[in-house]
Structures are given as C-alpha cells and as structure tokens.
C-alpha cells in the first residue's frame, strides 16, 4: 500500500515569500541561517525537513511504501519550461535541468515554478553549502598537485581551480522499518602449528551462525539521477561522488530556489521510486551486516555469511538536493571524451576525485621500481639457492 504524504505548505511552487509583506525578492544571508527581504528587510530563519515533516518519527511503525508529494513518480520528462510572470505579463523559458530559480528579465519578479515543471525537479529540502567556493578550490588545488607528476601534460597544463562549480545533487532519503536474516559459518582458530616441512597448521573450529535483526533506518541517502547512479560509466568518473559522503542530513532545510541564487546550479531528480529500491534495498542490507559485527567478534578468523534475506516492513521517501562543488576535465581517450571529476563535499570539504594518468611516465617508474628491486632481489636469491 503507497501512501503520499504532503510536502510542507509554501514548497509547492520552490519559492517561499517573505511571510511580513509577501515579496518574492528575497536575499540569502552570508551567515547561512537566514533570509532577509529586499523591499521590507524582514528576516526569518530556515526550518529544517526533519521537523516539518516528522521524518525521525514513527520510523517502526511504518508499512509499505510512505513518499512525500515532491517523490511522487515524475510525470514528464520536459526540461524546458515556459514561465508567464505573475507581475508584468513576461515569458521566461526555464532549462530546469540546469536551475530550479527564475526571475523576470523585466520587472526582476521572482517565477513561480507551480505545476509546469515535472515531479521530480522541486524537492521536498536542500542542504545549504556551508564550504565556500575559496575553500573548495583550496581543497581541489591540495588533491591535484599531489598527483601532477603522474598527470597528463594537458591537465596539468590546463589544471584551473577557479573553474570549480557549485552544484546541488538529487538525492532521496529513505528511512526504513526492516527485518533481516544472516545465516553463514564462523571459525575460530584453537591452535597453530609450525614445521619446517608443512609450515603453518591452523587448527580451526567452525559454527553456524545465525543472526535476526530488526532495525530502524533513518535519513538513508540514495541518488536519484540515472546519470550519477551509474558508478560503472565508461564517460566520466561520477563515481567519486559517493567518495565524498556522508551529509549532515539532519540538518537539511525545506527547500526554497532562493538558496540556488545566482552562484549554483541543480540537478533534477529523474529516477522514481521503483527504480531506486533496489539500491535502497542493497544499502538496507549493507546496515543490516554491519549491525551484526558486534554479535559475532568471538568468531576471531570472521564469518562468511551465505545465505541472506530481507524484509522490509514499511520504508518512506522524501527527495531533496545535496551540495558538491565539481572541477571537471575531458580526456580524449582513443577519441573517446572521458570526463575526469573532482569533487568536494559542500558540507564537510571531504575531497576525493580522478587525475586522468599519464600511462607512459607510470609505466616507466613502475619498469624502473621492477628493474630496481630485481637487481636487489636476484642476487640474494641465488645466493641462498648456492648455500643450499
């Protein structure tokens, strides 16, 4: 059974007016925690999606399947959007592939987004950047120089942190109300032996184990575009993205355009829910062995689990966007362009990313090393076969 929950009032249309005069010319503060109208200089605070919509309660008693109005499926798949002003009568087209905030050319209105846009492109709440764009450079400056010896010439010619991006990432939070069975074997090892002749005996006793757990899992992240979800591209190296987890996700705010400004760009949600359960589910049991670590430590040489099941009782999805500052660069590979990313948490500055190699120069070290410890190694090698 699926069950909609409504999105807090004021998000239906991504634009939140100031509650003193209703204008929608709104400015965010530098210090991150407030808004502050341009016509009446009224300034209110941001209230987090947790509180709004209750999303640490009642986690075990959810059944089935629970989403919020802005995870519902998407409906259309239009990136382009034509937007009438509401205050002089303009038409504004929209790319909302690339931004969810417009703002009149003419009248500088703040556009509605309402219902002409897809499910899929306001989400339910955002994650402010807290890591500036200096910082981020700093960050994507430090990973690069401690990889430009083994950098193509042309990266590190070109190699340019300024041209880093801050881009809020579609994500879905799932919390779920699991059940979980681990059946396997564990060994623990009573005594060794040793001898010249058979080396190391182990002699090893072995259980099988069995652990069921319920749990409660709250604010799991799953991406929600094809694009990123793809760890195994053979175009780009989006996978670093998940290098750079976790959020604070507790933290994040109802969603308003105004935190996009003129300074981010944002991706849309294009996955529905049917098509991230799957690596819900996988994450799901990923928590589910990890909570039993803890109940097999006397099994010292491990547990190898074979044979696993999962039952999840009642999950519930919000959809919200994450922030990440990128630097990219594009290899031709063989003519094929391959783009290499840089990515920095916007929350935490946490770096991860991929230098595009110069194979030539690595195979000559890695020769270099071989040669190196050949000369050292053989010697003694034969040394040891003439004492025997």
């Excluded at 204008?23 to 407030?34: K, R, Y």
């Excluded at 075990?60 to 959007?81: E, F, K, M, N």
């Excluded at 994450?283 to 670590?293: L, P, Y």
Aim: glycine share 8%; charged share 20%.
């Amino acid at each position: 059974m699926a069950e909609e929950i409504a999105t807090p009032s004021g998000s239906a249309d991504g634009v939140d007016r100031c509650p003193k005069c209703g204008a929608s010319d709104v400015v965010q503060l530098e210090d991150q925690h407030q808004f502050m109208c341009s016509f009446c200089r009224h300034r209110w605070g941001f209230e987090r999606l947790d509180e709004a919509m209750g999303l640490s309660e009642g986690i075990a008693d959810l059944t089935g399947v629970s989403y919020s109005t802005a995870a519902s499926d998407i409906v259309s798949d239009d990136a382009l959007v034509t937007l009438k002003c509401d205050g002089c009568g303009s038409e504004v087209v929209v790319d909302t592939d690339r931004t969810l905030q417009a703002r009149c050319h003419w009248c500088k209105h703040v556009l509605s987004l309402n219902n002409r846009i897809p499910n899929g492109a306001v989400p339910d709440g955002i994650l402010p950047f807290s890591v500036t764009r200096e910082q981020a450079m700093a960050h994507i400056q430090r990973f690069a120089e401690e990889r430009r010896s083994f950098a193509l010439p042309a990266f590190a010619d070109t190699f340019t942190p300024a041209n880093v991006m801050g881009v809020y990432l579609p994500y879905m939070t799932v919390d779920g109300n699991i059940s979980a069975r681990l059946d396997g074997i564990g060994e623990i090892t009573r005594r060794t032996t040793h001898s010249k002749e058979h080396g190391t005996t182990y002699y090893v006793d072995r259980y099988g184990v069995t652990r069921m757990l319920d749990i409660e899992i709250d604010d799991l992240i799953v991406e929600s575009n094809f694009e990123k979800a793809n760890i195994r591209s053979a175009t780009s190296t989006n996978n670093v993205i998940n290098a750079i987890l976790p959020f604070d996700v507790k933290n994040i705010v109802r969603f308003d355009a105004h935190f996009l400004g003129e300074d981010y760009t944002s991706q849309r949600r294009d996955m529905d829910i049917d098509e991230a359960e799957g690596v819900a589910a996988n994450h799901f049991m990923t928590v589910a062995r990890g909570a039993s670590e803890a109940s097999v430590a006397q099994y010292r040489r491990g547990v190898r689990w074979e044979s696993e099941q999962l039952r999840i009782d009642g999950v519930r999805w919000t959809s919200v966007l994450l922030p990440v500052w990128l630097y990219g660069f594009v290899e031709n590979r063989k003519g094929t362009p391959v783009t290499h990313y840089i990515a920095v948490n916007g929350r935490t500055g946490a770096t991860m990313g991929s230098v595009p190699i110069n194979t030539r120069k690595a195979a000559m070290l890695a020769w270099g090393i071989a040669i190196g410890v050949s000369v050292v190694t053989w010697p003694l090698g034969f040394a040891m076969l003439v004492a025997s």
